[in-house]
């Protein structure tokens, strides 16, 4: 990525938080936080990568909200982003958190086999 892709992106992270604090609590998504943005070279479309943490709402209830509400956020980032053109705003959920918990669980899991094979190993 190039530095002005990264300065845009950072940019877009920071102008996203109001449009989705305002979502969260429509929805009760709890924490609606943007983990990542990768701009395409051209600065036409942004892949916005989202995580939610707390509250009643799936990630699928708000990517869904998101969705129905894209328009506004890109008028929104247009309004607060110094481009010629907003960017189309692409929104995905990001399974990092997802990869985290079954790292943990894996890791988890094989301490306990290990507990296991050394307790039998003592008898």
Do not use: W
Not at 21 to 50: C, F, H, W
Not at 73 to 78: D, G, M, N, S, W
């Amino acid at each position: 990525m190039s530095i002005r892709t990264e300065k845009v992106a950072s940019v877009i992270v920071e102008a996203l938080s109001e449009p989705l604090r305002k979502i969260a609590s429509e929805i009760n998504a709890g924490l609606i936080t943007v983990t990542s943005v990768k701009m395409s070279p051209d600065l036409q479309i942004a892949k916005v990568y989202v995580s939610c943490i707390g509250g009643k709402a799936s990630i699928a209830d708000v990517l869904q909200a998101i969705e129905s509400d894209k328009y506004s956020i890109r008028k929104h980032i247009a309004h607060v982003v110094q481009l010629r053109f907003a960017p189309e705003l692409r929104f995905y959920r990001d399974e990092t958190m997802d990869a985290m918990e079954q790292i943990q669980s894996l890791v988890q899991q094989t301490k306990n086999n290990d507990r296991l094979r050394d307790g039998k190993d003592s008898e």
